[in-house]
Protein backbone atom coordinates (compact mmCIF):
# COMPACT_ATOMS: atom_id res chain seq x y z
CA UNK A 1 0.00 0.00 0.00
CA UNK A 2 0.96 3.29 -0.96
CA UNK A 3 1.03 5.82 1.59
CA UNK A 4 1.47 9.45 1.58
CA UNK A 5 1.89 11.50 4.90
CA UNK A 6 1.65 15.40 5.43
CA UNK A 7 4.81 16.83 6.52
CA UNK A 8 2.80 19.18 8.44
CA UNK A 9 1.21 15.88 11.02
CA UNK A 10 3.63 13.50 13.07
CA UNK A 11 1.79 10.02 12.79
CA UNK A 12 3.82 7.34 11.34
CA UNK A 13 3.17 5.18 8.67
CA UNK A 14 2.95 2.51 11.09
CA UNK A 15 -0.17 3.81 12.88
CA UNK A 16 -1.67 4.63 9.54
CA UNK A 17 -1.14 1.32 8.01
CA UNK A 18 -2.20 -0.15 11.29
CA UNK A 19 -5.41 1.80 11.06
CA UNK A 20 -6.06 1.02 7.36
CA UNK A 21 -5.48 -2.83 7.47
CA UNK A 22 -8.35 -2.80 10.58
CA UNK A 23 -10.57 -0.20 9.19
CA UNK A 24 -13.32 -2.47 8.88
CA UNK A 25 -13.52 -3.36 12.72
CA UNK A 26 -12.39 0.24 14.24
CA UNK A 27 -13.45 3.37 14.57
CA UNK A 28 -17.15 4.84 14.39
CA UNK A 29 -18.98 5.17 11.29
CA UNK A 30 -19.48 8.79 10.66
CA UNK A 31 -23.13 7.77 9.03
CA UNK A 32 -24.01 5.96 12.25
CA UNK A 33 -27.30 3.98 11.25
CA UNK A 34 -27.49 5.00 7.57
CA UNK A 35 -26.21 3.12 4.56
CA UNK A 36 -23.50 5.32 2.88
CA UNK A 37 -23.51 3.50 -0.44
CA UNK A 38 -20.41 5.26 -2.30
CA UNK A 39 -17.78 5.75 0.04
CA UNK A 40 -17.54 4.66 3.72
CA UNK A 41 -16.39 7.55 6.71
CA UNK A 42 -14.88 6.60 10.36
CA UNK A 43 -13.94 8.45 13.17
CA UNK A 44 -10.71 7.24 15.12
CA UNK A 45 -8.89 8.37 17.46
CA UNK A 46 -5.24 7.68 18.01
CA UNK A 47 -2.29 9.38 19.44
CA UNK A 48 -4.92 11.56 21.67
CA UNK A 49 -6.67 12.99 18.45
CA UNK A 50 -9.29 12.52 16.06
CA UNK A 51 -9.11 11.51 12.73
CA UNK A 52 -11.79 11.05 9.72
CA UNK A 53 -10.59 7.94 7.31
CA UNK A 54 -12.70 8.05 4.36
CA UNK A 55 -13.00 5.09 1.99
CA UNK A 56 -13.55 5.45 -1.31
CA UNK A 57 -15.65 2.78 -3.00
CA UNK A 58 -13.75 0.56 -5.52
CA UNK A 59 -13.90 2.19 -9.06
CA UNK A 60 -15.46 0.65 -12.00
CA UNK A 61 -13.23 -1.83 -14.13
CA UNK A 62 -11.86 0.94 -16.53
CA UNK A 63 -10.92 3.48 -13.83
CA UNK A 64 -8.99 0.82 -11.73
CA UNK A 65 -6.81 1.58 -14.41
CA UNK A 66 -7.12 5.16 -15.12
CA UNK A 67 -6.64 6.04 -11.61
CA UNK A 68 -3.05 4.02 -11.81
CA UNK A 69 -1.86 5.36 -15.14
CA UNK A 70 -3.70 8.51 -16.05
CA UNK A 71 -5.18 10.65 -13.44
CA UNK A 72 -5.00 10.94 -10.00
CA UNK A 73 -7.05 8.93 -7.42
CA UNK A 74 -10.10 10.70 -5.29
CA UNK A 75 -7.82 10.09 -2.30
CA UNK A 76 -5.24 11.87 -3.61
CA UNK A 77 -7.05 14.72 -4.89
CA UNK A 78 -8.80 15.20 -1.72
CA UNK A 79 -5.74 15.23 -0.03
CA UNK A 80 -3.85 17.53 -2.66
CA UNK A 81 -7.13 19.60 -2.82
CA UNK A 82 -7.19 19.89 1.02
CA UNK A 83 -3.80 21.68 0.85
CA UNK A 84 -4.24 24.28 -1.86
CA UNK A 85 -7.50 25.48 0.10
CA UNK A 86 -5.56 26.04 3.32
CA UNK A 87 -2.92 27.74 1.50
CA UNK A 88 -5.83 30.30 0.16
CA UNK A 89 -7.29 30.77 3.27
CA UNK A 90 -10.25 28.57 2.82
CA UNK A 91 -11.44 26.43 5.75
CA UNK A 92 -11.13 22.45 5.43
CA UNK A 93 -10.37 19.71 7.89
CA UNK A 94 -6.40 19.63 7.92
CA UNK A 95 -4.96 17.04 5.80
CA UNK A 96 -2.89 14.16 6.88
CA UNK A 97 -2.27 11.23 4.65
CA UNK A 98 -3.85 9.23 1.49
CA UNK A 99 -3.61 5.74 0.92
CA UNK A 100 -4.03 3.62 -2.07
CA UNK A 101 -3.33 -0.13 -3.03
CA UNK A 102 -2.94 -1.39 -5.79
CA UNK A 103 -3.22 -5.15 -7.74
CA UNK A 104 -1.64 -6.29 -11.18
CA UNK A 105 -1.97 -3.01 -12.28
CA UNK A 106 -5.84 -1.59 -11.12
CA UNK A 107 -6.95 0.45 -7.80
CA UNK A 108 -8.26 -1.57 -5.39
CA UNK A 109 -8.71 0.90 -2.34
CA UNK A 110 -8.16 4.16 -1.79
CA UNK A 111 -8.26 6.22 1.72
CA UNK A 112 -8.09 10.22 2.15
CA UNK A 113 -6.66 10.80 6.28
CA UNK A 114 -7.77 14.35 7.81
CA UNK A 115 -8.34 15.78 11.37
CA UNK A 116 -11.75 15.23 12.63
CA UNK A 117 -13.63 18.70 12.74
CA UNK A 118 -16.41 19.19 15.56
CA UNK A 119 -19.07 21.21 13.56
CA UNK A 120 -22.27 22.56 14.46
CA UNK A 121 -24.44 22.90 11.39
CA UNK A 122 -24.04 22.15 7.95
CA UNK A 123 -26.01 24.61 5.15
CA UNK A 124 -28.97 21.58 5.16
CA UNK A 125 -29.63 22.68 8.87
CA UNK A 126 -30.31 26.40 8.21
CA UNK A 127 -34.20 26.80 8.71
CA UNK A 128 -35.22 30.67 8.12
CA UNK A 129 -38.14 30.09 11.09
CA UNK A 130 -34.85 30.04 13.73
CA UNK A 131 -33.31 33.41 14.40
CA UNK A 132 -29.90 34.02 13.51
CA UNK A 133 -30.12 31.68 10.46
CA UNK A 134 -30.38 34.40 8.03
CA UNK A 135 -27.48 35.80 9.45
CA UNK A 136 -25.54 32.43 8.54
CA UNK A 137 -27.34 32.22 5.11
CA UNK A 138 -25.65 35.79 4.36
CA UNK A 139 -22.16 34.61 5.91
CA UNK A 140 -22.17 31.47 3.78
CA UNK A 141 -22.64 33.23 0.52
CA UNK A 142 -19.89 35.87 1.50
CA UNK A 143 -17.71 32.50 1.92
CA UNK A 144 -19.09 31.26 -1.40
CA UNK A 145 -17.90 34.31 -2.99
CA UNK A 146 -14.41 34.11 -1.39
CA UNK A 147 -14.15 30.44 -2.80
CA UNK A 148 -15.02 32.58 -6.39
CA UNK A 149 -12.80 35.40 -5.84
CA UNK A 150 -9.70 33.04 -5.08
CA UNK A 151 -10.11 30.97 -8.56
CA UNK A 152 -12.36 27.94 -6.57
CA UNK A 153 -15.35 26.15 -8.60
CA UNK A 154 -16.19 23.55 -5.45
CA UNK A 155 -18.31 21.57 -7.90
CA UNK A 156 -20.08 19.28 -4.90
CA UNK A 157 -21.22 22.43 -2.97
CA UNK A 158 -23.96 20.75 -2.17
CA UNK A 159 -25.93 20.63 1.61
CA UNK A 160 -23.69 18.59 3.53
CA UNK A 161 -20.27 19.51 2.32
CA UNK A 162 -19.90 23.03 3.95
CA UNK A 163 -19.73 22.50 8.12
CA UNK A 164 -20.13 25.77 10.07
CA UNK A 165 -18.72 26.68 13.23
CA UNK A 166 -21.07 29.11 14.97
CA UNK A 167 -18.34 30.89 17.70
CA UNK A 168 -21.12 33.31 19.28
CA UNK A 169 -21.58 34.90 15.62
CA UNK A 170 -17.83 34.68 13.95
CA UNK A 171 -19.31 32.02 11.66
CA UNK A 172 -16.40 29.64 10.27
CA UNK A 173 -17.07 27.56 7.15
CA UNK A 174 -14.98 24.10 6.14
CA UNK A 175 -15.92 22.23 2.83
CA UNK A 176 -15.65 18.57 2.95
CA UNK A 177 -15.93 15.80 0.37
CA UNK A 178 -13.06 17.71 -2.02
CA UNK A 179 -12.38 15.49 -4.72
CA UNK A 180 -14.01 17.25 -7.47
CA UNK A 181 -12.94 20.76 -7.71
CA UNK A 182 -11.89 23.85 -10.31
CA UNK A 183 -9.40 25.79 -9.81
CA UNK A 184 -9.75 28.35 -11.95
CA UNK A 185 -11.07 32.32 -12.77
CA UNK A 186 -15.19 32.04 -12.97
CA UNK A 187 -17.41 33.87 -15.02
CA UNK A 188 -20.56 35.00 -13.79
CA UNK A 189 -22.93 31.98 -15.13
CA UNK A 190 -20.42 29.71 -13.74
CA UNK A 191 -20.82 31.34 -10.41
CA UNK A 192 -23.87 31.07 -10.24
CA UNK A 193 -24.55 27.81 -11.41
CA UNK A 194 -22.49 27.25 -8.11
CA UNK A 195 -24.82 27.78 -6.09
CA UNK A 196 -27.94 24.89 -8.03
CA UNK A 197 -27.20 22.26 -5.54
CA UNK A 198 -28.02 23.76 -2.72
CA UNK A 199 -31.08 24.41 -2.15
CA UNK A 200 -35.24 24.84 -3.93
CA UNK A 201 -36.03 27.51 -1.79
CA UNK A 202 -36.76 30.43 -3.49
CA UNK A 203 -36.48 32.57 -0.64
CA UNK A 204 -33.39 31.26 0.48
CA UNK A 205 -32.06 32.12 -3.16
CA UNK A 206 -33.66 35.30 -2.78
CA UNK A 207 -31.19 35.88 0.05
CA UNK A 208 -28.10 34.72 -1.47
CA UNK A 209 -28.68 36.68 -4.77
CA UNK A 210 -29.27 39.79 -2.56
CA UNK A 211 -26.21 39.51 -0.75
CA UNK A 212 -24.20 37.62 -3.83
CA UNK A 213 -25.57 41.35 -6.10
CA UNK A 214 -23.76 43.48 -3.33
CA UNK A 215 -20.27 41.92 -3.50
CA UNK A 216 -20.41 41.42 -7.32
CA UNK A 217 -21.22 44.48 -8.14
CA UNK A 218 -24.07 43.76 -10.70
CA UNK A 219 -27.94 44.26 -10.35
CA UNK A 220 -29.89 41.99 -7.50
CA UNK A 221 -32.82 41.51 -9.98
CA UNK A 222 -29.60 39.62 -12.60
CA UNK A 223 -28.27 37.49 -10.05
CA UNK A 224 -31.35 36.42 -9.06
CA UNK A 225 -32.66 35.49 -12.45
CA UNK A 226 -29.25 33.82 -13.38
CA UNK A 227 -29.07 31.58 -9.57
CA UNK A 228 -33.00 30.80 -9.97
CA UNK A 229 -32.27 29.23 -13.28
CA UNK A 230 -29.33 27.02 -12.65
CA UNK A 231 -30.97 26.26 -9.37
CA UNK A 232 -34.91 25.11 -10.81
CA UNK A 233 -33.40 23.36 -13.72
CA UNK A 234 -31.27 21.33 -11.33
CA UNK A 235 -33.79 20.57 -9.11
CA UNK A 236 -36.21 19.57 -11.96
CA UNK A 237 -33.97 17.78 -13.71
CA UNK A 238 -32.95 15.52 -10.47
CA UNK A 239 -36.60 14.94 -9.78
CA UNK A 240 -37.30 13.48 -13.52
CA UNK A 241 -34.05 11.19 -12.83
CA UNK A 242 -35.31 10.39 -9.66
CA UNK A 243 -38.54 9.11 -11.21
CA UNK A 244 -37.06 7.41 -14.29
CA UNK A 245 -34.54 5.46 -11.72
CA UNK A 246 -37.58 4.25 -9.96
CA UNK A 247 -39.63 3.38 -13.00
CA UNK A 248 -36.58 1.10 -14.36
CA UNK A 249 -36.21 -0.11 -10.48
CA UNK A 250 -39.91 -1.09 -10.75
CA UNK A 251 -39.71 -2.75 -13.94
CA UNK A 252 -36.89 -4.56 -12.88
CA UNK A 253 -38.48 -5.72 -9.36
CA UNK A 254 -35.70 -4.25 -7.25
CA UNK A 255 -36.92 -2.69 -3.75
Given at each position: MKIFISKYHKLSKKNIEEILLNFNSIGQSFFAGKKHRRNHIKVVEKEGMKFNIKSFKQPNYINRYVYVLFRESKAERSFKFAE?????????????????????????????????????????????????????????????????????????????????????????????????????????????????????????VEIMAEEYAELIEKNEAEVFKKMWFYTHSFFVNRGKNRKLKQKFKNFLGIK
Open positions: KLIKKGIGTPKPIAFAEETSKGALTKSFYISEHLDYDLTFRDLDLNIPGHEDILRAFTRFTFKLHENNIEFLDHSPGNTLIQLNNGDYQFYLVDLNRMNFKPLNFPERMKNFARLTSDKKK
